[in-house]
């Protein structure tokens, strides 16, 4: 059937596509009026749609596929497991060897504490689980008025009820009546949009600070958690400066609250360690984890909670599970996936070798007349457009209209990157050589050009 469907010329697959498929954060009306771009196989960093033009992805699919497209041994690892136990749960006192290989091996790898595992389909529905566990983690302990969760404006969490409502995003919380009740949210770590005259690591102070302030105006007894991804990564990859993240920590180790290190994004290797919690000398008591969990050739997701957590969750009941939870095939894809990451010493390659390749190959946007920063951590990076680099000044035209004509010349250019109302962000797989970020620097500079060429042409190079 679906080979069958691959021999499909595209104009048909878009149409069946506009009929039948309705596609996440898309408006499908205008979709279908211009056509999906139909990706139908990939090699490494490299995509081929059904007209066979090769694109560059920047984003490594959504920020996951960090081994690389076409790894053969993932195939296989999932081909093997189906053959021995395609399915069975991990309900009512059962369980199987992919989940416990997998569940030890994570252990070993993640640092501190985070010893234990609850695990999910993705990022969202672990982060569900995170609000329940905290939850019932302080009634267990005679504290049940501790419920808040204190998160960040434009932080990303997932698009569940929960995870959205924890997620800081204004468009999301707009529709279906989020956030849900006892979720708060302060500022974000933003210094070029928000910082002022401020120097960053005095933003960074007052940014982490505001988390004291929620504690204070909550009342500590109210307040469950708090939770931040170590680099905000929807939200423009918000690299935050030095300061932050160890006064959040002060703060967090000042109250008794949990403090939920969301690395969906940052883990397995993204910001040169493979957690961004290493990265930035985070001690999180709970921990989301999912994408470049399985480079996401399979979906799983998982909640890690320290020893300490742990034993209170585990003196009582939890009344909370997924049908594939420790889904025996993701399990095995995600125990190949991090064989490979380790054999191959892919997190070093990214720390020592092609991390700082990038940093200084993009640092260098800079200097292009539109870009007012470059921001980079591991192999995650932001450039921010501006009509005026000195004033920080956000364009007059609607947030991503101009996001918008770069991102398309971008694909013009044959290269995957994404825009975030003005910013445009890359995530390469963390396979990507020093000659491929060559060429994902000349495609973003000849993207720029041709982007700066045409707000000029049409009169929006105007701040706000
Ligand atoms: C993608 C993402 C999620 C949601 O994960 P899904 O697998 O899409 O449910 C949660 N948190 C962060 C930081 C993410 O980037």
């Not at 954060?25 to 059904?50: H, M, Q, W």
């Not at 969760?149 to 959205?164: D, K, P, Q």
Request: proline content about 6%; glycine content about 8%; some cysteine.
């Amino acid at each position: 059937m679906s080979r069958l469907f691959n021999q499909m010329p595209t104009a048909e697959l878009q149409a069946l596509d506009a009929a039948h498929h309705m596609h996440p954060f898309t408006n499908d009306a205008a979709l279908g009026a211009k056509g999906a771009r139909v990706i139908a196989r990939a090699k490494g960093s490299t995509l081929t749609d059904t007209d066979g033009v090769e694109l560059l992805d920047a984003m490594a699919g959504l920020w996951c596929v960090n081994i690389g497209y076409g790894r053969d041994e993932l195939a296989r690892a999932a081909f093997a497991q189906m053959q021995e136990l395609p399915y069975y749960n991990t309900f009512f006192q059962t369980t199987h060897p992919p989940v416990v290989a997998l569940a030890k091996k994570l252990a070993e790898l993640l640092p501190g504490p985070l010893n234990h595992l609850f695990f999910a389909n993705g990022g969202s529905d672990a982060n569900d689980t995170n609000i329940r566990l905290v939850r019932h983690y302080w009634a267990l302990k005679g504290k049940p008025s501790k419920k808040t969760i204190i998160s960040r404006v434009n932080a990303y969490h997932g698009s569940t009820m929960g995870a959205a409502s924890l997620g800081g995003m204004a468009p999301m919380h707009a529709q279906g009546g989020l956030p849900i009740p006892d979720i708060t949210h302060i500022a974000q770590p933003f210094w070029w949009a928000e910082g002022g005259d401020m120097t960053p690591d005095d933003f960074g102070i007052k940014a982490a600070q505001a988390l004291e302030a929620e504690i204070e105006r909550l009342g500590e007894d109210n307040v469950a958690a708090f939770i931040a991804e170590p680099v905000q990564g929807a939200g423009a990859v918000i690299v935050p400066p030095d300061s932050y993240w160890p006064e959040i920590q002060r703060i967090c180790d000042a109250h008794e609250i949990l403090l939920i290190a969301d690395e969906v994004i940052c883990g397995f290797g993204r910001t040169g360690s493979w957690f961004g919690s290493q990265t930035y000398s985070i001690r999180p008591d709970i921990m989301t984890i999912a994408k470049g969990l399985s480079s996401g050739y399979a979906p799983i997701g998982a909640s890690v909670v320290s020893d300490a957590v742990a034993e209170v969750i585990d003196s009582a009941d939890f009344n909370h599970g997924y049908t594939y939870s420790g889904h025996p095939v993701s399990c095995a894809v995600a125990l190949e996936n991090l064989r490979i990451l380790e054999e191959e010493k892919i997190v070093d390659t990214v720390r020592d070798e092609t991390g700082p390749y990038l940093s200084r190959r993009w640092k260098a946007l800079a200097d292009h007349p539109l870009v007012g920063e470059a921001r980079i951590s591991g192999l995650m990076a932001a450039i921010e457009l501006t009509p005026d680099k000195q004033a920080r000044a956000a364009f007059a035209a609607p947030a991503g209209t101009v996001g918008t004509i770069c991102r398309d010349f971008c694909f013009e250019n044959k290269l995957i990157m994404r825009h975030v109302r003005d910013s445009m962000i890359i995530s390469p797989p963390l396979v990507i050589t020093k000659d491929e970020i060559d060429s994902l620097i000349d495609r973003a500079s000849r993207a720029l050009d041709q982007t700066e060429a045409r707000l000029k042409a049409e009169g929006l190079m105007t701040p706000a």
